[in-house]
């Protein structure tokens, strides 16, 4: 199984290299699509790529990819054993807010993915990918660690928002935040967690459309202009 699905991530990995749907392609270094275990039991998801994972064609890189390795090692996890993705495979100019209509070109290629990896856990990373998967237009501040049950794809999964980790590098009350998150990740994939929304409610399960994501409630920047990276 795992060889088909890898097989089937690089044909569309490839059908990406060469996209045209929004105005990003003609700034991009590169197309950043995705990486890691086609059999993953847990993926990744981000916003877009930023200053470095354009050029290295990897979706989190830096102190950002170190951070997150740390706190999967803290776990018993590795980055080996995981997939990860962005909503957006090319980076916009500054680092800015994804537009509407450049969430539309890419949101295909991310259900793709997930429906070819098909991971019991996504963990979104920040406020957009966490609104776009989940259909709820909530900051990451309100719902990080709190697992949802949705189905994507037609697949039950378990959302799990968590801060970026570009974001807790800075601040460390948000780094311990996310470290005591990223602990329940074990409890979460042996499928021993109650699924809760922000008011600690039961969240049903939904069949979820993309919802059209409201601006001003983008990723936390990653500040590359500053060689902090």
């Known amino acids: 199984?795992?060889?088909?699905?890898?097989?089937?991530?690089?044909?569309?990995?490839?059908?990406?290299?060469?996209?045209?749907?929004?105005?990003?392609?003609?700034?991009?270094?590169?197309?950043?699509?995705?990486?890691?275990?086609?059999?993953?039991?847990?993926?990744?998801?981000?916003?877009?790529?930023?200053?470095?994972?354009?050029?290295?064609?990897?979706?989190?890189?830096?102190?950002?990819?170190?951070?997150?390795?740390?706190?999967?090692?803290?776990?018993?996890?590795?980055?080996?054993?995981?997939?990860?993705?962005?909503?957006?495979?090319?980076?916009?100019?500054?680092?800015?807010?994804?537009?509407?209509?450049?969430s539309a070109a890419c949101e295909p290629y991310l259900y793709r993915q997930l429906d070819l990896v098909r991971p019991r856990v996504v963990a979104t990373l920040g406020s957009f990918a966490t609104a776009l998967l989940s259909g709820r237009a909530l900051g990451i501040t309100r719902v990080h660690g709190q697992e949802q049950d949705v189905t994507l794809g037609g697949r039950r999964v378990t959302l799990y928002p968590l801060y970026h980790p570009a974001a807790a590098l800075y601040t460390p009350t948000m780094l311990e935040v996310l470290e005591r998150d990223v602990a329940r990740l074990p409890q979460l994939l042996a499928g021993e967690a109650e699924c809760v929304d922000a008011t600690h409610a039961r969240v049903p399960v939904a069949d979820l459309a993309p919802p059209a994501f409201p601006r001003g409630e983008g990723r936390e920047r990653q500040p590359v202009q500053l060689g902090l990276f």
């Open 1 to 102: 199984m795992s060889s088909d699905r890898a097989a089937l991530l690089l044909e569309e990995a490839g059908r990406a290299a060469g996209c045209t749907r929004c105005a990003l392609h003609a700034g991009r270094t590169q197309v950043v699509f995705g990486e890691g275990d086609p059999d993953a039991e847990l993926a990744f998801v981000g916003e877009a790529p930023g200053f470095h994972e354009d050029r290295e064609g990897t979706p989190f890189a830096g102190r950002a990819r170190a951070l997150l390795e740390s706190l999967l090692g803290g776990v018993g996890l590795s980055l080996d054993q995981v997939y990860l993705a962005t909503v957006l495979k090319c980076r916009p100019p500054g680092n800015r807010d994804p537009l509407p209509e450049e």
